[in-house]
């Protein structure tokens, strides 16, 4: 079990969500003593079977913050807003890095022994070959609101690691794919229509970094054991291409494939057009230049430091996608 300075239990922030339930149920599954902080109004589907003790407030609430980690040797903070398609990134700002800048005051003050963060692969910088931890952000005006907000987060934990003692972890997580995706997660929507056989389509040439969310939850688990304070690590099994995703969701439910492919200077256009029609419409549409450009942007990606650091070890993806299939059929027949 982990083990700490000045408790033993374990608080995970954002455990409603898809990342931190599966942290959450891991935790209890190796007899881990586990408090969630959760707001009121928060779907809770995916831990409502754990014992867990339970704290509301949200990461702005100073108070309840440090009622939640007082006795707590480990913080796992998976909360993050996704949302890349707003136009307006100052919601993007507000959760991802003043909400944070408040759990981390709290932190400092906690005497924990690891602080645990949920980052993205979006902070890694690109190349032109495999790239690594050690590869510098160079994005530029590519970025968007949202990685933007993600890697001022980022930088924000590693700058309170090294002014401010707090021994903070950064895992840089790729695109989750598994069972109990409630919600479901943008990316698991389209391998549920993939295995739904309503997803006639595949972005063509393109590729992404993806995990099993239980290898990305286990690897947040053995950082907080073994994790070096003030780094980060990759957190991905491998670069798929999205047409092997989606083949292989139908082919676990025994679907036919996505049949069409839909060419990288096409998807650019549909996002130029989405652009558009947000702008004209005054609404946030899932398709915009910035998302589409999310889609393909990182290259291949090494996640040798977790192995050889954590002793991660992260199963082939493909079983998980399976899992996800699983878990979105057996929940499409429930509801009839």
Same mark, same amino acid.
């Given at each position: 079990?982990?083990?700490g300075?000045a ?5 995970v ?53 440090k ?9 796992f ?6 949302r ?24 400092v ?6 602080f645990?963060?949920t ?14 931890e050690?590869? #510098?952000?160079?994005? @530029?005006?590519?970025?968007? &609101?949202? =990685?933007g907000s993600? !890697?001022?987060?980022?930088? /924000?934990? $590693? ?22 995706d ?6 698991g929507s ?19 970094e ?6 990305a ?28 995703l989606?083949?292989?969701?139908a082919?676990a439910?025994?679907?036919?494939a ?6 990288? #200077?096409?998807?650019? @256009?549909?996002?130029v057009? &989405?652009? =558009?029609?947000?702008? !004209?419409?005054?609404?946030? /549409?899932? $398709? ?5 450009r ?6 291949p ?8 650091e954590?002793?991660?070890?992260p ?11 699983e ?10």
């Amino acid at each position: 079990m982990l083990r700490g300075v000045a408790g033993t239990d374990k608080l995970v922030l954002g455990a409603s969500g898809f990342l931190g339930s599966h942290v959450t149920r891991q935790l209890i599954e190796r007899g881990e003593t586990v408090r969630v902080m959760l707001r009121p109004s928060s779907s809770t589907r995916g831990i409502d079977d754990l014992p867990v003790q339970r704290f509301y407030g949200d990461i702005f609430d100073d108070a309840a913050l440090k009622e939640a980690m007082d006795g707590c040797d480990v913080v796992f903070y998976c909360v993050v807003d996704t949302r890349a398609n707003l136009r307006d990134p100052a919601p993007l700002y507000r959760t991802n890095v003043e909400g944070l800048r408040h759990v981390l005051d709290a932190a400092v003050n906690a005497d924990l022994h690891r602080f645990v963060f949920t980052s993205t692969i979006g902070t890694i910088g690109l190349g032109t070959g495999v790239v690594d931890e050690d590869t #510098p952000f160079n994005w @530029g005006a590519k970025a968007g &609101g949202y =990685i933007g907000s993600r !890697v001022a987060a980022e930088k /924000l934990v $590693l700058d309170y690691s090294r002014d401010k003692g707090l021994p903070a972890v950064a895992l840089c997580v790729s695109n989750t794919y598994g069972a109990r995706d409630w919600q479901p997660t943008p990316h698991g929507s389209l391998v549920a229509a993939a295995a739904a056989g309503k997803l006639p389509f595949y972005m063509a040439g393109m590729s992404t970094e993806v995990v099993g969310i239980e290898d990305a939850a286990r690897a947040l688990v053995l950082a907080a054991e073994r994790g070096r304070v003030g780094q980060r690590y990759i957190i991905s099994e491998r670069y798929l291409p999205y047409r092997e995703l989606y083949e292989t969701a139908a082919r676990a439910a025994g679907r036919p494939a996505p049949r069409w492919g839909i060419p990288k #200077p096409v998807m650019k @256009g549909i996002g130029v057009v &989405g652009g =558009i029609a947000a702008a !004209v419409t005054r609404r946030d /549409l899932p $398709l915009n230049p910035t998302t589409v450009r999310l889609m393909d942007i990182m290259a291949p990606m090494d996640h040798a430091k977790a192995t050889r650091e954590l002793g991660w070890q992260p199963r082939d993806v493909h079983e998980s996608i399976a899992e996800a299939v699983e878990f979105f059929d057996r929940r499409r027949r429930d509801r009839g």
